[in-house]
């Protein structure tokens, strides 16, 4: 458990570990995936604490392209932009980092990235 939320890469750890589990399944083998509380967050699509980076597996533009070459490794990806626009502030400090109340109107820096993470997470996504 707590795979995300502990570095940059916690797509990529929750893929890698789906496709350690199908080798050792393959095998007679098995691994037990637990969920912790940051992944029970994101279920529930809490994305407070994912960084700027980790965001940016799930959604390409231009400041993830800026993210990556200039090797900006952030805090949340949420709060740090929220910071950059008072309207987003206005509205309450992290509600534009939670999938169900996340809008386009209240939340224009964050809302693309919320939303793609929350399509991953979700119950049809490929990770929830």
């Not at 279920?43 to 980790?54: F, S």
């Not at 932009?81 to 206005?90: F, G, H, S, T």
Request: with cysteine; proline share 3%.
């Amino acid at each position: 458990g707590d795979v995300v939320d502990r570095g940059h890469w916690g797509k990529s750890m929750w893929l890698y570990l789906f496709d350690l589990q199908d080798d050792a399944d393959a095998i007679g083998g098995t691994v037990v995936l637990l969920l912790g509380n940051h992944e029970a967050m994101l279920l529930e699509g809490d994305y407070r604490y994912i960084t700027r980076i980790d965001a940016c597996q799930y959604v390409e533009n231009k400041w993830c392209k800026y993210l990556l070459a200039e090797q900006f490794w952030g805090t949340s990806f949420c709060h740090g932009m929220q910071k950059q626009d008072p309207r987003e502030l206005e509205w309450g400090e992290y509600t534009c980092c939670h999938y169900q109340v996340s809008s386009p109107e209240h939340c224009p820096r964050t809302h693309g990235f919320v939303h793609a993470i929350g399509e991953e997470w979700g119950p049809t996504g490929g990770i929830g």
